[in-house]
């Protein structure tokens, strides 16, 4: 009995320590939530541009992150819309001095780094410092730290300067192995999603397109490069086509860098420019904070920015996807709202379901018949990416985006031979009618199924092609030419006439603003942002978890299976994810 008493203290003393200490965490995090009151930005700080978390449109905040918890150590998203604003106030706030970027790692898309390398080339108009310290460029990293006054590089790091590389998974010998074969449907002889499927390599039409594109985004790579650092297009693509940058010296002979130095050093040379003394920390301010710190200007007239990032689906959106139902409802709210006066919709997305696609450009055009949308295209913005632009008044986009792929294209996969000759599994079936199981994943397709889902992908294409050829105000035949299921760069897709304007998110609430006709506004965003709890209750904890175990590489083809699997109905999307290195 008295061993039984023992056991039960114990058990209530657990239990008591355990909640006393989720009350702790509890009270912790909601502190965190709760207060309200905004950073205080000392004189002489110096913004610490770390770009080491990935970038996203928006940030994503943990509170239980530097808690030191078993709970999730993938770090949340830095946000571009931040970024740029912590940018653009700091330039004109006199209690900032200057710009610290530390390129521990750049992980982002070109046209999103574009953004943020004019907004510092603007910044420099303020006659404030700008510096860089790296370990290891990556040609990302050295594309945003070259408008840098500095350019320091650690004695033993190296500058990647030779030239981008975009590469594509091929996995026909892994469906052939697993005996699963693939149903192909598409239109266009450029609309390569379905290749890695059926090829083990590129097709010419594909590598055509990969190639035009390509070499287009580096042609504003070493355009912007050359501006800031004085040196000849012609002398930086002989550094990069013979890879002359090998080590640091390297990187000095040529001027890519200012200064080769271990950070201590450079941080030696910032205390100089601040005229702190060696003993005193310097006062740096993370883009969170000084954003955070950030007076709200009022204004009765407001620009919406929606925000549609990630793959399409019908549905509700999450952090990494696009739900049709979810934009949707909010163009009606904001359709509804009389304080806004236009709307701008900012897309980085590879495009996904054509259905949820052609429900969201319903709504897109009815909504510009009552007020003014403009569509701002980050990274990416094509095939059902593009679609949803082309319902908008205007479309602005950067030189490098990524965009067009006006296509679509159906899949349906026959595991027939892996459920019978790797499981032991056979399958018989009764129907009412000739194709009541048409689509079946266990069973050989006739022609005539064939045919019918080939009609149907063939009637989505003329749907697509008809309705761009209207928003972009031109014959079917013309886009057409243009069409195929290409892919463009930005400054390609605007000579083709399938954007307006160049430019980023600034210059499209501009446009918004002018269409409506107002010169006091407000930008405000949408959707409004979940808070960390919400999210705790869906799938974003266990794919964070999923992505740490992984590493980021390995699961992006972790990814790539997923979306296989989970690809229903016709499709309007890019191939695969197209990752640029």
Known sequence: ??????????????????????????????SSFSSSEKPDIEENSVILLNLSRPLAERSTEDPFEGLNLPVNNTPAK?????????IKNAKNDKKIK??????????????????????????????????????????????????????YLNPIGLVEFNGLYSEVPFIKGVLEKLEVKPEIFRVGEFKSFIEPLILDKMSDANRLQV????????????????????????????????????????????QLITNIGYEDEILGVLRKELKVDKKDKIKFVTVSSYYKSLETKYSKNKIAVL??????????????????????????????????????????????????SDVMWREIMLTRKEKPVIASMSNVAASGGYY???????????????????????????????LRNKIGVTTDRVTTGKYSDIGNPVRPMTAQERQIIQDNVERGYETFTTKAAQGRRMSVEDLKKIASGRVW???????????????????????????????????????????????LSGKSKEEALIREQLGEETYLYYKTLQKIKNLQGVQARLPFDLVIR
Do not use: H, W
């Open 489 to 535: 760069s930005g400054s390609q897709a605007k000579e083709n006439g399938l954007v307006d304007i160049i430019g980023g998110l600034d210059v499209a609430i501009e446009i918004a603003a002018k269409k409506a006709k107002i010169t006091e506004y407000q930008p405000k965003y949408y959707p409004v942002q979940q808070d960390f709890f919400a999210k």
């Open 1 to 30: 009995m008295l061993q039984f008493l023992k056991f039960v203290g114990a058990t209530i003393v657990g239990l008591f320590l355990f909640c006393l200490l989720g009350i702790f965490i509890l009270m912790g995090i909601g």
């Open 307 to 356: 925000f549609a990032e990630g793959d399409i689906n019908s549905g509700k959106s999450t952090d990494e996807s696009i739900g049709s139902e979810t934009i949707v409802n909010e163009l009606r709210k904001l359709r509804k709202d009389d304080k806004v006066k236009a709307i701008v919709l900012r897309i980085d997305s590879p495009g996904g379901s054509a259905l949820a």
């Open 98 to 151: 200057g710009i610290y970027i530390n390129t521990e790692g750049v992980s982002s898309g070109y046209a999103a780094l574009k953004e943020i390398r004019d907004a510092l080339v603007d910044f420099k108009k303020s006659n404030k410092f700008i510096y860089a310290y790296g370990e290891y460029y990556t040609e990302g990293a050295y594309y945003l730290s070259s408008v840098a006054d500095k350019i």
């Open 388 to 418: 949803m632009a082309m319902a908008c008044d205007t479309i602005v986009a950067q030189e490098n985006t990524i965009t067009g792929s006006i296509g679509i294209f159906g899949v349906l996969f026959n595991a027939e031979n892996l």
């Open 78 to 86: 830095l946000g571009l819309l931040e970024v740029i604003q912590t």
């Open 211 to 254: 190639t035009s594109y390509l070499n287009s985004i580096y042609s504003v790579y070493l355009k912007d490069i050359s501006a800031s650092r004085k040196i000849d297009i012609p002398q930086l693509r002989k550094i990069s086509d013979s890879m002359l940058v090998r080590k640091a010296e390297d990187a000095l002979t040529y």
